[in-house]
């Protein structure tokens, strides 16, 4: 009855959204209706039936109930524990559940804590978000039932794909997707203001930490992503512009993008109609890449391919969402009041600029990902946009939107001079240009985007700090060290992108017991391989005996896997961390003959990469506490005064 009892609550949580959507519809034809005071208790128990409907899933995860289809088709009854809760949201059935889940717990959150919009804009909000809800509650009840039976059941089940069997695989999906679904809230609040034309900064005090949140849960799932396959696919690499990982790149481009903007309309009643956009663009993105991800158009580890008419059904959600966001903004930009006027060289002139390159930024990344398919499409050719024409393009882009980042917080708001703006910025410059002259002199010649890059590190992480020189670091709010943290964290991350660019050394050998390789500071004797067994899985293991200069010698034991179900060979990197790089080892496939191959990477400050993520998401966690703070506070005078 775990099951049945799932389905039903979600096909409560969906009449309940039906009714919300309704009732959100009637409030704005008549405001005064009594029905009003009844949405946001529906926003409430819809968001906890759905709860309860995706804890009825995990419950049959976690007692591998094989009489339901979905558990029979993405688990098996060996697996360890971890892997049959991650299992839930591992398939295409379970990852729409959890969309929907957050989705409406979302929504819940809004109805109970907000307190600062105009209540019909309020309710204009909630209904603008059952609108979404409703679209893929029927998608899941009419073409992906998590809860569908089997009859008969079979004897056992076909198993999760093992690449997925990973602790970073068990967090990453719904860190993403908490960050999509929080951007489907600023897109809610942006409809609701233009239904009824309430587009100000009081609109922008109250979206603004939705898009915080949803900006640093992004951030972490990007981070966790990239350091899952590094680690888990056994190549090395950090980033390869595969679609899947740009689906979930743009969202947070254009959130960044919005981050920025309603920073300026809530602070200084500028930029009304350009946030509103970029709101929209936003969760454009992100409804782009749920259909990528899970349409079936993509293969890939992450992409669960489903049937063409599944696929379509995601296919016209977009359109529907898209297409009357952008026909609703067309219709009401023009009501939308112009904000208070600055001049180009200002803060606001700066962001602007930030803006209009993420913009670009965006542009590119999503031309190169739909290219193919569009090509494909037409031609039925297969072909593919790979890092060539990314690093190429939105490189350089990237290199000029950092520095706007730099100087932005130095600038005042409204007017500015260049000459106090050369003053500001001299001791970043001047940074800058030690760190060109270092690389010059000590270093050996590296290409013109990853010396840029360490260039620009250096000014950045100089400019970062900037804010808090000759300030009161008590009084200081924590929104400004948040970003300092921020802006920081950027810098970190692009130093390590740049320095593993750079310097990454490798060694490709086929090599038989008792035979050393140096790379980079380390040799690396290769001792042998010895059959070893896991709780589902069989693997060969290879010993590394490790020594770096006169250090203690230490092992390590890269393993090539063999899952029996489904039947999947995979490779298990052993890496040694230290606190300039990663020695990073693979084991390859043996010749017979007693040859076995080995790969082998020094990766100079490439944990740099992921640390400056850290960075970030923690800067953008202290301004959401900061804003969060002084919006009560400000609540609270108003309510004395």
């Known amino acids: 009855m775990i099951a049945e009892a799932g389905l039903v609550a979600l096909w409560l949580a969906a009449a309940l959204c039906g009714l919300q959507l309704i009732f959100g519809i009637m409030v704005l034809r008549s405001p005064d209706s009594n029905i009003v005071q009844a949405i946001r208790p529906i926003a409430i128990v819809q968001g906890l039936l759905t ?50 889940a957050i ?91 233009l239904l009824t034309r309430d587009v100000g900064p009081t609109f922008a005090r109250a979206m603004r930490p939705w898009v915080l949140a949803s900006w640093i849960f992004l951030t972490l799932g990007i ?30 481009l254009a959130a960044t993008a919005l981050l920025h903007s309603v920073t300026v309309l809530a602070t200084r009643d500028a930029l009304r109609a350009w946030t509103i956009m970029l709101a929209v663009v936003a969760f454009s993105m992100s409804m782009i890449g749920t259909f990528l991800v899970r349409s079936g158009v993509l293969t890939s580890v992450h992409a669960f391919a489903v049937d063409p008419q599944r696929g379509s059904f995601i296919l016209a959600l977009l359109v529907i969402y898209i297409g009357g966001a952008l026909a609703l903004y067309a219709m009401r930009v023009s009501t939308v009041r112009e ?39 037409v031609t039925g050719e297969q072909l593919s946009v790979g890092p060539p024409y990314f690093n190429s393009t939105a490189g350089p882009l990237a290199l000029i939107l950092v520095v706007a980042m730099a100087v932005g917080p130095l600038l005042r708001w409204r007017r500015d001079r260049w000459r106090n703006v050369m003053s500001r910025i001299s001791i970043p410059v001047l940074l800058a240009s030690l760190a060109l002259m270092a690389l010059v002199l000590a270093a050996s010649p590296i290409g013109i985007l990853p010396m840029l890059g360490l260039i620009l590190a250096a000014g950045v992480a100089a400019a970062s700090v900037a804010p808090l020189w000759k300030r009161n670091l008590r009084r200081t709010p924590l ?17 390590g992108m740049a ?110 990469i992921w640390f400056g993520a850290i960075l970030i998401a923690l800067g953008g966690l202290l301004s959401l506490i900061g804003r969060v703070r002084r919006e009560r506070r400000a609540m609270e005078r108003e309510a004395w005064a």
């Open 51 to 100: 709860v309860f409907a995706f804890g009825m899933l995990v419950w049959l995860f976690m007692v591998t109930d094989l009489s339901v289809e979905l558990v029979a088709a993405n688990s098996h009854s060996d697996k360890p524990a971890l892997y049959k809760f991650s299992g839930t949201w591992g398939n295409h059935e379970g990852s729409m559940l959890l969309w929907v």
């Open 103 to 193: 989705l409406a717990v979302s929504g819940a959150l809004v109805a109970a804590f907000e307190k600062r919009l105009r209540e019909k804009t309020l309710m204009a909000t909630l209904a603008a978000q059952a609108a979404i809800g409703i679209g893929f509650y029927a998608f899941l009840l009419f073409a992906s039932n998590p809860f569908a039976r089997l009859d008969p059941a079979p004897v056992e089940g076909r198993g999760l794909n093992p690449l997925l069997q990973d602790p970073g695989l068990a967090f990453h999906p719904p860190t993403l997707y908490v960050g999509y679904v929080g951007i489907s809230i600023a897109f809610s609040f942006a409809v609701g203001a």
């Open 223 to 252: 981070a966790a992503g990239s350091y899952w396959a590094y680690y888990e696919l056994g190549w090395g690499g950090w980033w390869f512009w595969d679609p899947v990982e740009n689906a979930s790149l743009m969202p947070w």
């Open 339 to 377: 904000g208070a006027q600055f001049e180009f060289m200002s803060r606001e002139g700066a962001l602007v600029a930030n803006n209009l390159l993420l913009s670009a930024v965006l542009g590119i990344v999503l031309v190169g990902t739909l290219y193919p398919l569009g090509v494909e499409a």
């Open 479 to 495: 929104f400004t060290y948040g970003m300092v943290l921020a802006h920081l964290g950027i810098a970190v991350s692009m130093a």
């Open 499 to 608: 320095f593993e660019s750079a310097f990454t050394e490798e060694v490709l050998v086929a090599s038989r017991p008792g035979e050393t390789h140096q790379v980079g500071p380390y040799s690396v004797t290769f001792d042998g391989t010895v059959p070893v067994a896991g709780p589902n899985w069989t693997a060969v293991e290879g010993g590394l005996t490790v020594q770096r200069g006169d250090g203690e010698p230490f092992t390590l034991n890269p393993q090539s896997r063999m899952f029996s179900s489904p039947v999947t060979e995979t490779s298990e990197a052993a890496i040694q961390t230290s606190w300039n790089g990663q020695l990073y080892t693979v084991l390859g496939t043996g010749d017979g003959t007693g040859r076995w191959q080995l790969r082998l990477w020094w990766k100079p400050f490439v944990t740099w």
